[in-house]
């Protein structure tokens, strides 16, 4: 089961607290995760726009 909303917004809140206390903003830091997740799948991407790309090149040799 999933986080709820309230849950979620205490979990920001807090983040966002603890980053304001250090002078770090909540989406600098936010943007930072996603760029690390997106590395850390960057396989996933890689292997689906190579999947996506093979497909593109059997329906462009159907025609």
Same mark, same amino acid.
């Given at each position: 089961? &999933? ?7 205490? =979990? ?6 603890? /980053?304001? *206390?250090?002078? /770090? =903003?909540?989406?600098?830091?936010? !943007?930072?995760? !996603?760029?690390?997740? *997106? ?8 292997? =689906?726009?190579?999947?996506?790309? &093979? ?7 159907? *025609?």
């Amino acid at each position: 089961m &999933g986080a709820t909303n309230r849950e979620l917004k205490q =979990s920001k809140d807090l983040v966002q607290t603890l /980053l304001t *206390i250090q002078d /770090l =903003s909540y989406n600098d830091w936010l !943007h930072e995760k !996603h760029q690390e997740y *997106i590395q850390e799948n960057q396989d996933v991407v890689m292997k =689906s726009l190579l999947h996506y790309k &093979g497909m593109n090149e059997e329906k462009n040799e159907k *025609i």
